[in-house]
């Protein structure tokens, strides 16, 4: 099996996730990657970053809820995040997924939950961007976006690169005004759905990156893929105020050189800030996205 594969078998692993996230020596190695367990925790990260001119959103790591009143637990967090954000000076910004909501349980509770969390961002100038999973929540995903998007304003969804339906869904969100996040995908998906060569996902990414960048709402374009980011400038030069367009985004702790590059250069900068407890699978994904962080954990890890 490929090592970007066993990752993400790994990352679905419940008693190796027991184990990792009860681990001393795993938090410490994971704190590149994670902004802590605690709001306050993600909120010191945010301000720090702004002070370095880049925005933030955050995520509180959890998903596939076992039950509706965890599923309650995570929005009342989410409604928390927003307001401690707009309270500390912060743009109120912040992604979740659905699965954490309640998806599997009661679609309509999900909903519900998401509604809330949408209306309270519209209500003080603040955005949520439903993120993506795997294949098969990928249409319930554009659906709740766009029903909210319509309904309040203040939220998007995100688009992968690698499923061979996102050319279509770029052209229906952009239709509707819906703001998009494009980035490659991270999850295990079967060639029939999904490229299966680095080259095609690569292509796709730039395809539907044009699509967003002529068409789009606001796009986020996210990637550390330094020919990723060279293709997008180049295509958003064609564009009148070009950096005002749209924004790229990144990974809390990961290629921090092209971070400062890029703001140093003009562009607007985003991180993803992840926080909480439950931060295994988000861990091990991005491991799986980049052989080099897995390096640089190991580097870490003797010294």
């Known amino acids: 099996m490929p090592l970007r594969g066993l990752l993400l ?12 996230e009860t681990s001393a020596i795993a938090r410490r190695l994971s704190s590149r990657f994670i902004a802590g367990d605690t709001l306050d925790d993600a909120l010191k990260v945010c301000l720090r970053i702004k002070s370095q001119g880049i925005s933030a959103t955050l995520d ?23 307001r401690a954000m707009k309270e500390a000076g912060i743009h109120p910004n912040v992604s979740l997924k659905l699965t954490q909501f309640g ?45 909210l998007h319509e309904r309040f304003g203040s939220c998007g969804t995100v688009i992968q690169a690698y499923l061979i339906r996102s050319a279509e869904d770029v052209e229906n969100l952009n239709r509707r005004r819906v703001r998009v996040r494009l980035c490659k995908g991270a999850y295990l ?48 030069s064609e564009y009148c105020d070009a950096s005002s367009r749209f924004e790229f985004q990144m990974l809390y702790g990961i290629r921090r050189d092209l971070q ?6 003009g562009y607007r900068l985003r991180l993803y800030i992840p926080f909480g407890e439950a931060w ?11 052989p080099a962080n897995l390096l640089f954990l190991a580097r870490g890890f003797w010294r």
């Open 260 to 265: 400062r590059r890029l703001v140093a250069q």
């Open 189 to 236: 998906e079967p060639p029939t759905i999904a490229y299966p060569s680095k080259r095609e996902v690569d292509q796709n990414y730039l395809r539907l990156a044009d699509a967003l960048l002529a068409q789009g709402e606001y796009p986020a374009i996210a990637t550390h893929d330094p020919k990723m980011i060279a293709g997008v400038r180049e295509r958003a």
């Open 9 to 20: 078998y790994l990352s679905e692993h419940p008693g190796l996730r027991r184990w990792v």
């Open 60 to 82: 509180y790591l959890g998903e596939n809820v076992r039950s509706l009143e965890e599923a309650a637990a995570c929005r009342d967090m989410y409604l928390r995040a927003l």
């Open 103 to 147: 998806l599997d349980l009661d679609a309509e509770a999900c909903e519900a939950n998401v509604a809330r969390l949408v209306d309270c961002a519209a209500s003080i100038g603040g955005f949520v961007r439903i993120d993506m999973e795997s294949s098969a929540y990928t249409s319930r995903t554009i659906d709740i976006a766009t029903r």
């Open 280 to 290: 295994y699978p988000y861990f091990m994904r991005r491991l799986a996205e980049r």
